[in-house]
């Protein structure tokens, strides 16, 4: 719960951006981000990190495929 509630600050902040370009045009910025926990079990480091990273990184995809600029996670 601590992460998805630091993660929402983290896209809300960036969401109220723009970037402004020399000629003067902006566009506004939005994020979205996949979080994984892993609850342990009788992995490795590497194989651990290997699956926390996949968990992620498919959260991610879920995350822009619903819709951009949100957050979706697994455990």
Known sequence: QVARE???R???NIEKQE???GDGS???VT???GLAA???GGHSVKSAAEELVARADGA????????RNRICGVS
């Open 6 to 8: 630091v993660a929402e």
């Open 10 to 12: 983290i896209r809300g």
């Open 60 to 67: 991610l995809y879920q995350a822009k495929a619903s819709g």
């Open 26 to 28: 902006e566009i506004g």
């Open 19 to 21: 970037v402004v370009f």
């Open 31 to 33: 994020l979205s981000i």
């Open 38 to 40: 892993f609850m342990g």
